[in-house]
């Protein structure tokens, strides 16, 4: 098959880049103390809170930007970005949120207006640097569950935020995470008291649309005993010639018996074919399994973004705890990945799984980087890994760059990784059968990542398979 | 119902048919053999599209049309299968699926109504219970692990629930047992209804015992160097390709 048929095939168009003119409140770019006093003031935060963005914001001036990732690009001019945009006149109910706002979120596919909603999923929708609209918190609260955006958080429970923000990724934790513990704009909390199932999905929507502007939101879930919440976040922005920065930070925690899963369906806009435009995300996303039997699940189905930098990990601390993080990451156009895991083994007979698919087309790079280190007392810890890639075209590449360090004697570590290529013969079988090219290179491309799919609440797998297809199909027919 | 003419086609840069002529008649069972290299799989290809081919010269007239102009799925969708000889595997593409996407874009373009999952789980059941198939073989992916005969059976299958109006059958006997042997042929020799046309490539000629054919074409270095009825097969058993004269010299 041609190189110039498959690119085509693969050359999937933006299809929701685009941007709503809504009157907004954007500081003028650059940072200093000013820029996050402002944003603290704006956001009528307790001293507290500004003080620790102030402590964060004098350690990360001291800090390098890292550059050991496998991506490159030009460099970031942190004081060309605007640290914070606000839709102009923030809603109080859904009745006064701008209808521009709710329009965008439609042509999304997410409507906030609650009876049109999916049945049993909660939305969090962040525009820019502030949370729209939160939905179905009152069934919620019945249940004693906490889901709102961070800002509302840090009012209302300022003791669950002291005791648990930065405890999983450490405010000097590296200089993406400590930038955005200095500028965080908002974001969503999750907590779920003992004992408690969260009866729906809960989930966040990320929207970048101001101009040069960052988006630097902060999610921080907490399942307390025997509990168990299912969390999902989207993502987009508009399509832009200028690189925008995303610097995000996660951090999860699960007590005694709990299990979080957490699903991220990630499609910022990924820039063109010549590598103009895009997203820069850099995000810090980590587990703290801290309870015996707890369980933390990431699962990424990356396909967007101009660079990709994240590691979503566990840090496996109770006993018999277990870590699993499943991904997809697709690179086409001049896409840039560097993407993969930690996992981090504490507590006895702790175990965990990586299945990683990496898919590179075009001149897409795509690499896996992960770490499993197994702690001198972790007796009994298990790994699995395994990472695929599987390339499209000629002009593409794949890397993978796993580390595995092993302190107990008996831990057992198990890594599996293969690369191919979508081969000629696959593809004339399927066409021999009557299927056209690009839904053949689409069924072979989701074969490959069934695994992943296979991992994701039913929704957001239909979703997420529908995506691929945006990005791998787009333009034929 | 299918016209060779005076068909070249290289792969790489070597000639292998050195124009080759060849008149599928409708409803007949044509059987193709020839010694190892003579070509035989290169028909198979040439005639459904394959990419390794390039045609040099000549043509093949199918249905009225050119079928050099048309891509290899149009030509499926016109009704030309082919039976691999060795079926490629698929990892994680679910068997099932696979089949059922296939017959709706043959229903689609003969306009007729898609299959929706459970019609096409009826008719998938029937099938495979006459292949002597496994009801999980469906279930799995697309021919990964598969033995051999597994393989063979699919492809069979394949065949039944598309059905074609010409079949092409390239060693469909290699690497069968003589159980799945006969599954096979039965199910080829219920595929025959006076319309359909069969092109059976083979080495051997075990599986004309099966399937009986109409014809025999002798390919040898790159053309049909003689036609003949099926007691052609007794002595070639008998004396081999190599008393076999060009006809048309």
Known sequence: MPQKEIDKAVAGEYRIGFQ?????????????????????????????????????????????????????????????????????NPPQSLDEVDPKILEAYEKLGIPLEEQKQLQGIAVDAVFDSVSVKTTYTEELNKHGIIFCSISEAIQKHPELIKKYMHSVVPMNDNFFATLNSAVFTDGTFVYIPKGVRCPMELSTYFRINALNTGQFERTLIVADEDSYVSYNEGCSAPTRDENQLHAAVVELIAMKNAHIKYSTIQNWYPGDETGKGGIYNFVTKRGLCLGDNSKISWTQVETGSAITWKYPGCILKGDNSVGEFYSVAVTTLAQQADTGTKMIHLGKNTSSTIVSKGISAMKGQNTYRGLVKIGAHAQGARNFSQCDSLLIGSECGAHTFPTLECKDSKGYIEHEATTSKISDEQLFYLRQRGISEEDAVSMIVHGFCKEVFSQLPMEYAVEAKALLNLTLEGSVG | MMKIENLKANIGSKEILKGLNLVLEEGKVHAIMGPNGAGKSTLSKAVTGHYEIEITGGDIVYKNRSLLEMSPEERALEGIFLSFQNPVEIPGVNNAYFLRTALNAKRKHEGKKELNAAEF?????????????????????????????????????????????????????????????????????????????????????????????????????????????????????????????????
């Open chain 1, 20 to 88: 709503v003119d809504i009157e907004a409140d954007t500081v003028p770019p650059g940072l200093d103390e000013n820029t996050i006093c402002f944003i603290s003031a704006k956001k009528n935060e307790p001293e507290w809170m500004r003080d620790l963005r102030l402590k964060a914001f004098s350690k990360w001036k001291t800090m390098a930007e890292p550059h050991w990732g496998h991506v490159s690009y030009p460099p970031i001019g942190y004081q060309a970005i605007s640290y914070f945009s606000a839709p102009k």
């Open chain 2, 121 to 249: 789980l009826r008719l998938m059941k029937e099938h495979l219970e006459s292949l002597g198939m496994k009801s999980d073989m469906i279930s799995r992916s697309l021919n990964e692990g598969f033995s051999g005969g597994e393989k063979k059976r699919n492809e069979i299958l394949q065949m039944l629930v598309l059905e074609p109006d010409v079949i092409i059958l390239d060693e469909i006997d290699s690497g069968l047992d003589i159980d799945a042997l006969r599954a096979v042929s039965e199910g080829i020799n219920k595929m025959k209804n006076g319309k359909r046309s069969f092109l059976v490539i083979t080495h051997y000629s075990r599986i004309l015992d099966y399937i009986k054919p109409d014809y025999i074409h002798v390919l040898k270095e790159g053309k049909i160097v003689k036609t003949a009825g099926p007691e052609l097969v007794a002595q070639l058993e008998a004396e081999g390709y190599e008393s076999i004269e060009d006809e048309n010299q």
